[in-house]
């Protein structure tokens, strides 16, 4: 098993066959063998440093009803709530002061915001605070619609393409929501220039390592400046409600991989590793990833914005969140940095 760690290390091609066996076959020591290099490879371009990102989930609103998502459509348990331009720029201006220079605008698929209002509020935020990177998350649009966005001065765009195989999606999504139109808004999104984030939940139903092998194939071959791995977690109000939770080992593994087969991608250590497990997000930054996304939404919307069970940090203000993740990074030898963290070049 060493022999194609050290393979991937050296950035030498594994094939689905030997990924598979990687992923089949890890124990105790290869597993920790992994990690170590991991570390070792996310050290070699980001040295301890850890990029912060300021959340803003401005929307739970959702046209959408992805059968794991506690904010899909057919939630009418969900408490909805949007924020206003101007709340929004509120939290961008207390993120500024906690030292962020990076926020994503995150949000349910929410068609009351045009295409011209949220080129509007990244214009407004970009204008505030010029020095600062912006990434939205708000799921498929036309291309047209990117093109406006990247024109208003947006610099990034997280859309997990969730799983690359075609029946799985299938089985996570209703038929109106297909993986063709997610691919076609990745390729989009990249042709139109903006730094790009995949990404998939680990563990999520019906799920196989087959379908983990061929994430991971496309992630090689996408070449994403970042990608999101977090375990699947259940969410009552939803028809995954009894599915199985996804394995934090196993969400760490994923995390490892993908530091060895996309050195210098950013990799953030989610909020659902460390709601899955509370040192979670420390295990993270351990084996390669190098990002954090603490939440800026303001406390009175926090828990509505519920993907999943159990969601933490939905009481704290911003600030505590910031000085908790600074304790954190720095109790394992990390530390966090007023940085837009952009790709490196
Ligand atoms: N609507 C936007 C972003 C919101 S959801 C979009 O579609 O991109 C952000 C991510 O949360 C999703 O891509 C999904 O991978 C993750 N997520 C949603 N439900 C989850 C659950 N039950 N467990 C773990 N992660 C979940």
Redesign the pocket.
Same mark, same amino acid.
Not at 137 to 140: D, P, V
């Given at each position: 098993m060493k022999k194609l760690i050290d393979q991937l290390y050296r950035d030498e091609f594994l094939n689905k066959e030997e990924l598979k066996l990687l992923l089949e076959s890890l124990e105790e020591d290869s597993r920790n063998y992994l990690y170590d290099l991991a570390t070792k490879k996310a050290k070699q371009t980001f040295q301890n440093k850890i990029y912060v990102r300021g959340l803003i989930e401005f929307t739970n609103f959702?046209k959408?009803d992805?059968y *794991?998502?506690?904010?899909r459509c057919s939630n009418l348990k969900a408490d909805r709530y949007r924020l206003t331009k101007d709340e929004i720029l509120e939290c961008s201006d207390i993120g500024y002061d906690l030292g962020f220079r990076t926020y994503v605008l995150?949000?349910?698929?929410d068609l009351s915001y045009t295409d011209e209002d949220i080129a509007d509020i990244v214009q407004s935020l970009k204008a505030r605070h010029p020095q600062v990177a912006i990434t939205l998350?708000?799921?498929?649009r036309s291309r047209e619609a990117y093109e406006k966005f990247k024109a208003a001065g947006a610099d990034r765009y $997280?859309?997990?393409h969730?799983t690359i195989n075609p029946v799985h999606y299938s089985r996570l999504h209703p038929e109106n929501l297909t993986l063709e139109n997610r691919i076609r808004c990745l390729d989009d999104l990249k042709d139109i220039g903006f730094q790009v984030g995949v990404?998939?939940?680990v563990g999520?139903p019906y799920q196989t390592v087959d379908n983990l092998v061929e994430d991971l194939m496309f992630i090689k071959e996408f070449e994403p400046h970042m990608v999101?791995i977090?375990?699947?977690?259940?969410?009552k109000d939803?028809p995954?409600a009894h599915m199985e939770n996804?394995s934090f080992e196993r969400t760490l593994d994923l995390i490892a991989i993908v530091r060895l087969l996309r050195p210098k991608t950013l990799i953030p250590a989610t909020t659902?590793l460390g709601t899955i497990n509370p040192k979670g997000r420390e295990a993270g930054i351990l084996v390669g990833a190098n990002v954090l996304m603490p939440n800026l939404s303001p406390t009175s919307v926090r828990k509505k914005y519920m $993907? *999943?069970d159990n969601k933490i940090c939905t009481g704290d203000e911003a600030a505590e969140c910031q000085k908790c993740l600074a304790n954190r990074v720095s109790s394992i030898g990390y530390e966090i940095v007023v940085d837009p963290g952009h790709y490196p070049t």
């Open positions: 959702c959408n992805c *794991y998502c506690g904010i995150q949000g349910g698929e998350s708000i799921g498929e $997280l859309l997990r969730e990404g998939m939940m999520s999101g977090g375990p699947f977690l259940s969410h939803t995954f996804g659902a $993907l *999943y």
